[in-house]
């Protein structure tokens, strides 16, 4: 719905760092303005250039850039602390698109790595959710009992929005950010 056009993401491992800045300089020579009636080279939102959008990047970088994190450090990869201030749409840029081809060694471990939270992890964030509902759900009654209709229709409001994000959780499934939130919460079974 915006910043339409021809976009590719080519990752490699990190022992072939030295190959993404001369891909990248490949591509910037040799893709075409369009491509099939579909523009190769456009400006973003973020960006006013006109250029390509094929990234180069190291399976780590791709995902230290959308996470803020690195999940393949160490045997161990993300700490609890940092499973916890990851974002469902962060992870979703990780792993959730199409991968056509994959020659890396890296990508395969970073998806599967991130397919969902440590089980420690996974109790913690749904006890908070389901605490979050407990402690909110008298209010909303009590603040209509006094005579706030609106402050209770904004508390029946942020419950459902919990209990949406409940329903991703108990699905296993990542949490989109808000504009494509009820579109996957109704593909959810």
């Given at each position: 719905?915006?910043?339409?056009?021809?976009?590719?993401?080519?990752?490699?491992?990190?022992?072939d760092?030295?190959?993404?800045?001369?891909?990248?300089e490949?591509?910037?020579r040799?893709?075409?303005?369009?491509?099939?009636?579909?523009?190769?080279?456009?400006a973003?939102?973020?960006d006013?250039?006109?250029?390509?959008?094929?990234?180069?990047?190291?399976?780590?970088?791709?995902?230290?850039?959308?996470?803020?994190?690195?999940?393949?450090?160490?045997?161990?990869?993300?700490?609890?602390?940092?499973?916890?201030?990851?974002?469902?749409?962060?992870?979703?840029?990780?792993?959730?698109?199409?991968?056509?081809?994959?020659?890396?060694?890296?990508?395969?471990?970073?998806?599967?790595?991130?397919?969902?939270?440590?089980?420690d992890?996974e109790?913690?964030?749904?006890?908070?959710?389901?605490?979050?509902?407990?402690?909110?759900?008298?209010?909303?009654?009590r603040?209509?009992?006094?005579?706030?209709?609106?402050?209770?229709?904004?508390?029946s409001?942020?419950?459902a929005?919990?209990?949406?994000?409940?329903?991703?959780?108990?699905?296993?499934?990542?949490?989109?950010y808000?504009?494509?939130?009820?579109?996957?919460f109704?593909?959810?079974p």
């Amino acid at each position: 719905d915006h910043d339409w056009g021809l976009r590719l993401t080519v990752l490699v491992d990190e022992a072939d760092r030295a190959a993404v800045r001369p891909v990248t300089e490949l591509l910037a020579r040799g893709l075409p303005d369009q491509f099939r009636g579909r523009p190769a080279r456009f400006a973003t939102t973020w960006d006013t250039a006109v250029t390509h959008r094929a990234e180069v990047a190291t399976v780590t970088d791709f995902a230290v850039s959308r996470l803020g994190v690195n999940p393949l450090a160490g045997p161990a990869g993300l700490s609890s602390l940092d499973w916890l201030v990851l974002t469902g749409q962060s992870v979703l840029e990780v792993i959730a698109g199409p991968v056509y081809a994959d020659s890396t060694t890296e990508l395969g471990i970073l998806r599967r790595r991130l397919a969902w939270y440590p089980a420690d992890v996974e109790r913690y964030v749904l006890a908070c959710g389901w605490q979050r509902l407990c402690q909110r759900m008298p209010f909303v009654g009590r603040t209509a009992d006094t005579g706030q209709p609106l402050q209770s229709r904004l508390l029946s409001a942020g419950l459902a929005s919990d209990l949406i994000s409940l329903a991703f959780l108990l699905h296993r499934r990542w949490e989109p950010y808000e504009k494509w939130r009820e579109a996957l919460f109704a593909r959810l079974p």
